[in-house]
């Protein structure tokens, strides 16, 4: 064997050596350390908490894992934190709302982050997000709200509960008046039970049903509206807010809108987070979501698990939302201002 040739061979052995090495090996091992997942409180928190008990054991070391909130502004805090501070080792990760994604596209007021330059994880489930009433409301059906006022709380400018009631006001004639500044789902739950608001547009399912099942199925909480593309099998004969379109332009409108709810649990990490620490994330995530037992303990919690997403498959997701029609990105912009 001549010289040259030892070299390639030597080269070639070394290359599948390194690839046979555990992650650990490769320079990812979190032995006595502390994954934290960021979450903005509420049903995120639940979710979080979860996941993490699953997670570490999966990844390289079996570091604990802790869950730390950062409510406001929905899950804004979250991801400017991730964006802006976070390290980029894997240690620090973010369960973030589905319309993190699309804050960029949609040109999302006090957005200092480009949601593609994220570290997409994955998504543990895709979401319906409704429209939920207290019981004493004289507001009925989501015909009532065409015609009479409805008192909704919000957060912050990415938040679910305030974009959602602009946009279908100025698209469709709906009058939900938003009260804003509420810095989680739980806060506008009590202010649901004070009567400061009437109710809320944008209410994730999973977290509704977690938190408050026996609001709904004792009549406390009445749901008017499912927000997502497809309905939930548990809300049958709710219609869905494709069907408030009047034209093909509103519906295409509303399809763009509501496709984040698709996503509606992706964990991210920072910009710039090590292809080792991702991929490491990834097999992790991926191996929970597979693990009869992490679903068992989901369903009894009465967290969503179904259309889980992959990385590849949230970034895909991504990446024909933001190649959808200049006209209609830029109509969806001048719904979605919430500058008001």
Do not use: C
């Amino acid at each position: 064997m001549t010289r040259a040739l030892k070299l390639i061979f030597v080269t070639v052995i070394g290359i599948f050596a390194a690839a046979l090495q555990p992650a650990s090996a490769q320079g990812v091992d979190y032995t006595g350390k502390n994954i934290t997942i960021f979450s903005g409180g509420g049903g995120y928190s639940v979710y979080a908490r979860l996941l993490g008990q699953h997670l570490g054991p999966r990844l390289p070391g079996a570091p604990s894992v802790i869950v730390k909130e950062l409510p406001g502004a929905g899950t804004l805090m979250v991801a400017s934190y991730l964006y802006e501070a976070a390290r980029v080792d894997g240690t620090e990760i973010g369960l973030v709302g589905g319309a993190t994604a699309t804050a960029q596209l949609f040109k999302v007021p006090n957005v200092r982050f480009d949601p593609r330059q994220f570290a997409w994880i994955g998504s543990i489930a895709s979401d319906v997000g409704v429209v939920a009433v207290a019981g004493r409301s004289p507001v009925k059906s989501i015909k009532d709200v065409f015609a009479n006022k409805m008192l909704v709380g919000g957060g912050g400018p990415t938040s679910g509960n305030v974009i959602f009631p602009t946009v279908t006001n100025r698209l469709l004639g709906t009058k939900f008046e938003i009260i804003r500044g509420y810095k989680s789902s739980e806060q506008i739950a009590l202010a649901i039970e004070r009567g400061e608001v009437e109710g809320v547009m944008s209410w994730n399912y999973s977290s509704l049903s977690t938190t408050h099942l026996d609001r709904v199925q004792d009549g406390s909480i009445r749901i008017l509206l499912q927000l997502a593309l497809t309905g939930h099998p548990d809300l049958a004969g709710i219609p869905l807010v494709t069907e408030l379109a009047r034209t093909p332009e509103e519906r295409e409108i509303l399809e763009l809108v509501f496709a984040s709810q698709t996503m509606a649990r992706p964990i991210i990490a920072p910009p710039k987070t090590s292809a080792p620490a991702l991929a490491a994330l990834r097999k992790a995530f991926g191996e929970v979501l597979a693990d009869g037992k992490f679903r068992d303990e989901a369903k009894r919690l009465h967290l969503e698990t179904d259309n889980p997403m992959t990385g590849d498959e949230v970034q895909a997701l991504m990446a024909r939302l933001y190649s959808s029609r200049p006209e209609v990105v830029a109509r969806v912009n001048q719904l979605m201002d919430t500058q008001f």
